[in-house]
């Protein structure tokens, strides 16, 4: 006998991150039963700065993913009690009335921004120069998308009927409307993170940004029910039509959740494309002042995150510029030794501090911490260093601006972080593991699961399904600590001078530096 739609004992994950689509099976336990995984090229580019990607072309490889998940599984389809949907976070599609793209995805790896944006009035203009907001306040209306399309494509701003972040163009995909999770709300819209919903009538949001209100979804909490699985999403995916699907969160906040951090004295740290620190805090918490924290996937909770925005991107840039022997070694050997455990050897072969070779990893912009003027840096070059030098020096440089996450973290919620979750690609590397917990002078637990965002949608999933009572329950019976890593208290010596006395005083010294390159070079733009 078949269950009915919403009935089985799975969850099915839609992950929708930058370089794949991952379809995947979870069990009640929080056991990966099946996966298949579609590649993406991450964007093109027509011109310098630009990042677009082919609207349909991520709806094609959601498609193209849960079909390879049935042909390389025993498990039924109608064994799927629900859907859930997460995806990269900022990444926004407008759509006309039928729900068909007008033009290419802007991804969040876009750095395009306008002049020509909204004129805000008099009175809130004086309120951000008396706050010293109005640089914040100026860099957001620029690098809206909703403002260059207005300014630049105004035929296309005009016969947009929604302006959707990825998530809610799936999720209408999926179930035929137009609606989104809160936990999703992570871009340059009008929306109000302290509330978790739409900015308030009277918010400055709207005359800062060329959008209406109705060219939004609607939007549910974490969680929540927003429809059932249409006839053609059916016949496009193989998901049996009728099949719940239910509201999630952003992939940076799924991974929080899946990785077990639902306490504000755990920190999750993603090692992903853009690498993050994380807690899950019920207090509204700015780490950087008047930055808020985003939405976490948990109703009712916010996640205060410090990002790096290129993150393990570093890493993976050395292993494709400088990586070739590596990758070629794994593929001649027979044995099966991956190239990620020759990139461990490299690490391994460097000791703790690289032989004084130093990393900020500002490879790209901030707004505040670092500032738009940021740029990355190495120093302390010598004889001695090699590739695997510098390669280290990677990872403990990311692993350095984590740690200056947390202690932000830890000062302005006056809540002391005692364990760390690691998860993300970079989470895979024992060498990584090690340096990270020696560095920050902490156990390090890898998540129980590699993918942990997908995990944290089907947490979200199991409770609208009544599996779990509520969210904490839910995180208790699906997640646990993978391998533990242990600091070496002689290498936690080491990094705690380097930290100390050199890396936490190279932004300050270089900054002016990076302000005369921009106002030469005129890059970054200010």
Known sequence: MTSAAGDGPYILSIDNGTQSVRALLFDRDGKLAAKAQVFLEAYYSDHPGWAEHDADGYWQAVCE??????????????????????????????????GAPLRPAITWLDQRSTRDIPRLAPWWRAAFRATRLDGTIRYFRREAEINWISAHQPDIWRRTHKFLLLSGFLNHRLCGNYVDSTGSQVAYIPFDYKRHAWAGRFDWKWQALAIRRAMLPELVTPGTRMGTITAAAAAATGIPEGTPLLAAAADKACEVLGAGCVEPHVACLSYGTTATINTTNRKYVEVTRFIPPYPAAMPGAYSTEVQIFRGYWMVNWFKEQFGDRERAAAAEDGAGLSAEALFDRLVEAVPPGSMGLMLQPYWSPGIKVPGPEAKGAMIGFGDVHTRAHIYRAILEG???????????????????????????????????????????????????????????????ASVGLGWHADFPAAVQAMTRKGRVFQPDPGHSKVYEKLYRRVYCKMYARLQPLYREIADITGYPEK
């Open 65 to 98: 993913a849960c079909q390879q998940l049935w042909r390389g599984t025993d498990i039924a389809k109608s064994s799927v009690a629900g859907v859930a949907v997460t995806t990269q976070r900022g990444t926004v599609v407008n759509v006309d009335e039928h």
């Open 398 to 460: 990311l692993a350095y601006a984590l740690r200056e996450g947390k202690e932000r973290i830890e000062q302005r919620s006056g809540i002391a972080i005692t364990e760390l979750r690691i998860a993300g690609g970079g989470s895979q590397s024992d060498a990584a593991m090690q340096l990270t917990a020696d560095i920050f002078g902490l156990p390090a637990a890898r998540a129980h699961v590699y993918e942990s965002s997908g995990l944290g949608a089907a947490i979200a």
